[in-house]
């Protein structure tokens, strides 16, 4: 939730030591340090309006940076700088406070089986409120299924388009889940799949995950999801020593046949900087032995049974049919798919897939915000 609402209304502001305090007309007092407005300038000369790329290089804002003069003008803020007489314009949503995104409300669990959000491809092909609430609730739960697609090959690529760019590997530019006579992956099976992340053997993961499905098994076929960052959060509560164990020592994971030998290692919980977790990598077909050594050999495979057990747990999962022309997509980062066996003798199962990344989920979102001017999923 972005604090300050586009009309934002800033009354007055004033010095406050190296820095200057906001008063704004809600009755609140924030403080901007002026080395950050300062680099904040968006004039012609530190901006250019086209690109947005900057002609300003930050370390070239000098150490005796001072405050001349600033007022608020026009509902502006306007600051003449020392030594240079440079001049500076903010509008007043540039200075609010943001909250950081915290993706951490929206754990899941079984819960969500009954609310996993559902979109029409039509509706957000041709409508920017609808694709914002979809690109929204991918964002913000990592798991929505889009119905009514056409069933057409290649159509998987055509539902990435719609906000982003397919990226593409070995697998080419999407992938075909059939039964398969000489499978390089269990998927192309009828097997069970245990749930697990797409492509820990390469770095990096892909970020989103299509699945597209075309024909679905009259028994069987389902797909099991686990919200990896709810589960690790759990896993981190209940036994913090398997929680580091896990985010400490990189498993192997590797994928070999006659086209590649890929090979990559990953925390099975990634964290970021700040100790939240980034991400999650678990994939049983792919994985290898660990490559530690001494006493964290049986601690890595302790915490692996440890959180894999939360994994499991019917509390954490949900389960979801997919009908020909629903698509699957989901946070391949964050979001543990699986797949129920079926049977290929009797049954016609096909699914097309690829993948995308995040940072076109976001620009979209930002530009939608613009767009239909909602601000509430434009962070
Ligand atoms: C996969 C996969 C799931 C399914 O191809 O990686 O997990 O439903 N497929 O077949
Ligand atoms: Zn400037
Ligand atoms: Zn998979």
């Known amino acids: 939730m972005l604090w300050l609402a586009m009309d934002a209304k800033l009354l007055a502001v004033e010095p406050a030591g190296d820095r200057l305090r906001l008063r704004w007309a809600d009755g609140r007092a924030t403080e901007r340090h002026v080395v950050w407005l300062r680099d904040g300038c968006t004039c012609d000369a530190c901006v250019d309006g086209f690109s947005s790329q900057r002609h300003l290089n930050t370390a070239d804002i000098p150490d005796d940076l001072a405050?001349?003069?600033?007022?608020?003008?026009?509902?502006?803020?306007?600051?003449?700088?020392?030594?240079?007489?440079?001049?500076?314009?903010?509008?007043?949503?540039?200075l609010a406070p943001r909250e950081l995104p915290n993706g951490r409300s929206n754990l899941w669990g079984a819960d969500l089986r009954a609310r996993v959000p559902r979109a029409s491809f039509t509706e957000v092909s041709r409508d920017d409120r609808a694709l914002a609430r979809w690109l929204g609730d991918?964002?913000?739960?990592?798991?929505?299924?889009?119905g009514d697609t056409p069933n057409a090959d290649g159509q998987v690529e055509r539902v990435a388009e719609l906000y982003g760019y397919v990226h593409e590997g070995n697998d080419g530019r999407h992938f075909e889940v059939v039964s398969s006579s000489k499978p390089t992956n269990f998927a192309y099976t009828p097997k069970t799949?245990?749930?697990?992340?797409?492509?820990?053997?390469?770095?990096?993961?892909?970020?989103?995950?299509?699945?597209?499905?075309?024909?679905?098994?009259?028994?069987?076929?389902?797909?099991?999801?686990?919200?990896?960052?709810?589960?690790?959060?759990?896993?981190?509560?209940?036994?913090?020593?398997?929680?580091?164990?896990?985010?400490?020592?990189?498993?192997?994971?590797?994928?070999?046949?006659?086209?590649?030998d890929l090979m990559a290692r990953h925390p099975v919980i990634q964290l970021g900087h700040d100790g939240r977790v980034d991400a999650v990598h678990i994939n049983d077909r792919a994985m290898r032995p660990v490559e530690a050594e001494g006493a964290d050999v049986p601690a890595f495979y302790r915490a692996y049974r440890t959180f894999f057990a939360l994994v499991r747990d019917p509390a954490n999962q949900i389960t979801v049919k997919l009908r020909p022309g629903d698509v699957l997509v989901f946070d391949n980062r964050r979001?543990?798919?699986?797949?129920?066996?079926y049977d290929a003798s009797t049954s016609h199962r096909h699914l097309q897939g690829c993948y995308t990344d995040w940072c076109y989920v976001e620009s979209k979102l930002r530009m939608l915000a613009v767009e239909i001017g909602d601000w509430s999923n434009g962070r």
């Open 335 to 341: 979001v543990l798919h699986g797949r129920a066996g």
């Open 67 to 94: 405050v001349r003069s600033a007022k608020v003008e026009h509902g502006d803020l306007a600051i003449v700088w020392d030594p240079d007489g440079h001049e500076s314009r903010y509008a007043p949503q540039a």
């Open 193 to 260: 799949l245990a749930l697990h992340t797409d492509r820990p053997f390469v770095d990096p993961v892909p970020g989103v995950q299509l699945l597209h499905c075309l024909a679905q098994s009259a028994e069987g076929g389902e797909n099991m999801l686990v919200d990896g960052f709810n589960v690790a959060e759990k896993l981190r509560r209940a036994d913090a020593p398997a929680f580091a164990t896990l985010a400490r020592i990189r498993a192997t994971f590797r994928n070999r046949y006659d086209q590649v």
């Open 138 to 146: 991918l964002r913000d739960l990592g798991v929505t299924v889009l």
